[in-house]
């Protein structure tokens, strides 16, 4: 009798135990854990699992008060304190301590633009106790909070100072921060599989609405496993079976397959959609040739380009696009002309910079759908109006590597390769990461553009929404002559998950907040 009731028991408790998991698809396998070193999305997906920062962004990209009580601004603007909440801890059992965030800003303000920005107007930042960090900044600089609370580029990641020590070129040797959940390295295989581990002691705000990476972040569920699954076909199985819960982005072949019944549901995870680029080498090559570039440019068409990455359906995509997210305040129509889709028009434009035929090598990663699909119309157009293109397929965690190289192509360098960006990341200016001129000390691609940097300084000193936007006009038609990379379209950003799933917040993928039925 009571093996019996044993066996009946066994069941249930094995299903009360998987209500407690739940497993993900991530887009990419995860090949930086570090939130200081790779801009790539699946480094900041794993971030905001693992570690909290000041600020959390709202539904509308406004910046709230995370692991913050409050904050006040003195002397005009130019004096910022920032009080933590009490009782919070990082993994390792230590409280976060002011000093702790000092050094983590400092990290991260050494990698990310808006981060170097906000040190270039600070005199001083300090922790004068446990509780409060100080700004003393060279002039008002209203754009803190937003800084220090983007989901855009680098996350500013908090850290136990003995970490945040660590050269901002160097990886961390320890993944150890705040957030709701705890990183679990001796579960990760490489290419298959990565595990996290609700933090028990994570101290959630006790006020607000759960938005985007705002509010409560209340974790239900006591573990988060990430299954990397490159193939589509067998990702839509697993989610139609119920081996795995979540697919952060399905590809479109297999969108008709997820909607059928009542199991699965399709939804917009993202409003602001992907905003698609091709990334280019402005150190060698062709590419280094602007003119060249904007000849490129002329050869593709947003259209075919958003079609393959989408398909038919013109609600999940958009051409005509140029540097800033459609439908935000600072997108605008300066040098749209010059998306002409024409490569018989671009062989003439390729002609007249001097072209002869030296080869392009672009960059494929072969486990990311999209990109993959929108690479090889890129290298067809390219192919049309005349260029020697050398199409190399790579996983992308290869290819982020690979990006970084700034050698020539024979010594292991690159021309160009396609990125997705969250349209949140192109909405202004302030946060845009490849919108620069800045030259080897920005991001790949390198483009060096004083006449960019200017009318970019000219947007962040600008007084009011109608000054910017003028300013924004000027950085866009300086874009469409320089081309640090080359705009190619929209799309919806869609996920698929199991319909006993609720709680999923839009924006960024995050794990609070979801629960089982």
């Known amino acids: 009798m009571a093996l019996g009731a044993a066996a009946l028991a066994a069941p249930r408790l094995a299903s009360a135990q998987a209500s407690r998991v739940l497993r993900f698809i991530p887009h990419a396998d995860l090949a930086v854990t570090d939130p200081t070193l790779s801009a790539a999305y699946v480094t900041r997906n794993h971030a905001y699992l693992v570690y909290d920062t000041l600020f959390g962004q709202d539904a509308a990209l406004n910046p709230q ?117 705890r990183f679990l390295p001796e579960e990760r295989v490489a290419g298959d599989r990565l595990a996290y581990a609700r933090f028990e002691a994570y101290r959630p705000r006790e006020s607000g609405t759960a938005e985007g990476t705002a509010g409560p972040k209340i974790a239900h569920f006591d573990r988060i496993e990430w299954k990397v699954i490159a193939d589509a076909a067998t990702a839509a199985a697993a989610l139609r079976t119920g081996e795995v819960d979540w697919w952060e982005l399905p590809s479109n072949d297999m969108l ?11 939804a917009v995870l993202d409003a602001t959609g992907y905003m698609g680029a091709l990334r280019v080498n402005h150190l060698h090559g062709p590419t280094a040739n602007p003119a060249i570039r904007r000849a490129m440019l002329a050869a593709i068409s947003q259209r075919d380009v958003v079609m393959a990455m989408a398909g038919t359906d013109s609600a999940l995509w958009r051409d005509g696009v140029g540097f800033f997210c459609p439908g935000t305040a600072m997108a605008n129509d300066e040098g749209l002309s010059a998306l002409q889709g024409d490569p018989a028009a671009a062989r003439n434009m390729l002609e007249a910079a001097g072209y002869r035929g030296e080869t392009l090598l672009l960059m494929s990663p072969g486990d990311l759908q999209l990109n993959n699909a929108a690479t090889t119309v890129i290298g067809d157009a390219l192919r049309r109006a005349g260029m020697a293109v050398d199409e190399v397929t790579m996983d992308w965690g290869t290819m982020l590597q690979r990006r970084n190289k700034r050698e020539p192509i024979a010594q292991g360098g690159w021309n160009a390769y396609v990125a997705l960006n969250t349209g949140a990341d192109l909405a202004s200016p302030a946060v845009h990461p490849t919108l620069r001129g800045d030259g080897k000390s920005g991001l790949y691609g390198w483009c060096e553009s004083p006449a960019l940097e200017t009318a970019r300084d000219a947007w962040l000193a600008a007084p009011d929404l109608a000054a910017q936007q003028t300013a924004a006009r000027r950085i866009q038609a300086q874009a469409f002559a320089d081309l640090p990379y080359l705009p190619i379209g929209q799309i919806a950003q869609l996920t698929a998950h199991r319909a006993d799933l609720s709680g999923m917040l839009q924006g960024v993928p995050v794990f609070w907040n979801l629960k089982r039925g």
């Open 65 to 181: 008060p995370q692991m913050l009580e409050g904050f006040s601004t003195e002397e005009d603007g130019r004096r910022w304190t920032l009080t933590l909440r009490g009782g919070l801890l990082f993994h390792d059992g230590t409280k976060v301590l002011a000093r702790d965030c000092v050094a983590s800003i400092r990290r991260w303000a050494a990698r990310d633009d808006m981060g170097r920005a906000l040190m270039a107007v600070t005199d001083e930042l300090s922790a004068p106790d446990d509780r409060r960090i100080v700004f003393r900044l060279k002039r008002a600089y209203p754009l803190l909070p937003f800084a220090l609370g983007k989901t855009s580029g680098l996350a500013c990641a908090m850290m136990p100072e003995r970490l945040a020590q660590t050269p901002p070129d160097q990886a961390l040797k320890e993944i150890i921060g705040s957030g709701p959940f």
């Open 256 to 266: 008709p397959l997820l909607r059928r019944g009542t199991a699965l549901k399709v």
